[in-house]
DNA sequence: GGACTGTACTGAAGCGCTTCAGTAGAGTCC
DNA sequence: GGACTCTACTGAAGCGCTTCAGTACAGTCC
């Protein structure tokens, strides 16, 4: 008897008391026009004295093939999504476009391997995904591929009819390249973002660098390099450091080994603010100051670059823009709509404190 | 006959092909100690050729009754959860801790009520729920009770047998405001977090200053009008500007109200670092100095206060382990673990430059 | 060689809901 | 007053999975 008592409510338990049958129940809560306005208003009492809560989420999106969820695919540890300003201001835009749709976002943890592993994304209960910058090998693309889950790549290439924004990266890191040469730099060393999805840590040998999956490391190398060979430098001869991850404290050990290489850089190319960031404090650490004894040049335009000391000349990005329109068009997905072509969007030097000509 | 293409495999297509039954896949997937090892082989080989991706995550949630995510609960909107620097940090570690059991994290949007809306709460998949620092009131809360899930709460009082991680922020306040009044200031405003749930953005009546719904106010507050009474001031005839959102700009706009009252404050208490932050820069807009003219202090100690400009005073909570621990607490809870006893975390009085003892 | 024990697998009953095709009955129309 | 249209509601078939109580059968034991 007294089991009914412990036993959640469900929609059954209201028609039965209400004595109706449990559809009209159920339209009550879904379609209100289907129903007098008397039985429904009787129901939702009835409803709410049996402590009924409405439609169990699951069992709904189990029937409707809906879960009024987003999820958001990171490349690595759910932190980051918190952590790497550029990616927080991102995900800001798009949390707030998607905002109000009553979808709520999922945070999808990505591993080692560059992004959620497939089974979690089997598992991920979400009615459109966002994958930012996962490598082209990521098993958590084919996954959602898989699903037929509509998705919208950022800073990825598109695979299989995914709805895509990206960046010219290439153009940007170009500029800040071909700005250092202008300036009279003829000795760079590179911080580079991760080139292969092996975690690994460290200078980066010349054959690691050619085909990374990761379009944007692969698009900010080019530029870079690009504007290097267009002075003739060849591109073997630069160091480059890969960091594991995008933040200060890799920054800074990067620094230091690039700094000590011979000839010593007169220009560190970062590929992140934070890696920048982390290369102004490594540069410190082994007794040069920036501008004058090196340069040393970011990527984003991130608030923090701004503030830092010397202020950073860096690639500035529209990263709100970014995740303004990510959301848009997962919202378009949301909605049936088709992927319209990719959104690219355009980049900007923004030349500060840290960089200057090298001193002959 | 084409339809058996088009349509998503499912558990039965792969019992069909293999000639088996539905629960034998099912335990294929889920308990592999059920089944002999070559069919379990040529289960999952049929399954990945029919293109299967393993059980769907709504049909075993259902079954189940687990959906292998952590929800939690913000206060205002998805995007403050990425640019409001305490919470991103707590969030941050949060993840961090949560991060590696499998499970997801659903980011719940809340709205100028004070969190979420009780049936995004009842639509939310989600095993634990975390919510921190809601009002006391807020539907939301009663939403999860009702649905029986685990909560963890941060900040705010625990209800019904929640899990609870706190801050002393009276102590915290009552520091500060002491610190100062030893300094010599006898004239203050106060820059104060939401007092009562409706949005409002002003000058704070005392009538609105007393049984704020929010515990984090209420208690910040408290600290600071305990140690200004200590020294004879009466509560009434200090100005309290109410902020609707803790970011810089309210800071700013506040603090320009305040500095304009007579007598004008020779300090400036504020109830988080941005809004002190915020505040620099309107003491500098009417042409104050800091800490010359007016003495500003903070709360949190968030990474801008050490380098803002000047650097701020404030008061320090661990924000990391309170993410932390709110993580443990959830996963406790996730293992079927009895709520312990509420963790209380301390705070400390970090004295930077903002402050400085009153011209006579 | 009969009683017992595992092991490997199955059938069927849910999990809680949506939705579609109806049906009963009241109202409208000429 | 018969044909038609609405409105308000119901019955039943899923949605795709887990799980529990079996069953069948091979192996072990004395």
Redesign the pocket.
């Known amino acids: 008897m007294d089991t009914e008592q412990t036993?959640?409510?469900?929609?059954?338990?209201?028609?039965r008391a209400v004595?109706?049958?449990?559809?009209?129940?159920?339209?009550a809560?879904?379609?209100p026009?289907?129903?007098?306005?008397?039985?429904?208003t009787r129901i939702l009492e009835v409803a709410d004295r049996l402590g009924?809560l409405?439609?169990?989420p699951?069992?709904?999106s189990?029937?409707?093939?809906k879960s009024a969820a987003v999820a958001f695919m990171l490349r690595s540890g759910l932190s980051s999504a918190f952590s790497d300003p550029a990616l927080t201001i991102m995900l800001d835009a798009l949390a707030a476009t998607v905002d109000g749709r009553d979808h709520a976002l999922v945070l999808l943890a990505g591993n080692e391997s560059g992004g959620p592993r497939p089974d979690s994304v089997a598992r991920a209960q979400a009615d459109v995904v966002v994958a930012y910058s996962l490598p082209d090998t990521a098993p958590a693309l084919t996954a959602v591929r898989q699903r037929r889950l509509p998705m919208v790549v950022v800073d990825q290439p598109a695979t299989g009819g995914a709805a895509r924004v990206e960046l010219d990266d290439f153009g940007g890191t170009q500029a800040a390249g071909r700005y250092l040469t202008e300036l009279g730099h003829r000795d760079f060393g590179v911080i580079s973002l991760t080139l292969q999805p092996d975690g690994r840590n460290g200078p980066a040998a010349p054959e690691r660098r050619t085909g990374s999956p990761f379009r944007v490391t692969r698009e900010r190398l080019s530029g870079y390099i690009d504007a290097l060979t267009a002075v003739g430098i060849a591109p073997e001869g630069v160091p480059v450091w890969e960091a594991a991850t995008s933040d200060r404290e890799h920054g800074r050990t990067a620094a230091r080994w690039l700094l000590q290489q011979n000839p010593r850089p007169t220009a560190l190319l970062c590929m992140s603010d934070e890696l920048a960031l982390g290369a102004l404090q490594g540069a410190r650490d082994v007794g040069l100051s920036v501008p004058q004894d090196v340069s040393v040049v970011g990527f984003d335009d991130t608030p923090p670059a701004g503030v830092a000391d010397p202020p950073l000349t860096t690639v500035r990005q529209p990263l709100v823009e970014k995740g303004r329109l990510a959301g848009e068009l997962a919202l378009t997905l949301l909605d049936g709509g088709r992927p319209s072509r990719p959104v690219r969007l355009d980049v900007e030097l923004v030349v500060r404190a840290s960089s200057a000509a090298p001193i002959r």
Do not use: C, M, W
């Open positions: 036993r959640r409510p469900t929609l059954d338990t209201v028609a004595g109706v049958s449990r559809a009209t129940v159920s339209n809560y879904n379609r026009n289907q129903l007098s306005a008397g039985l429904r009924y409405g439609p169990d699951v069992a709904r189990l029937a409707t093939r």
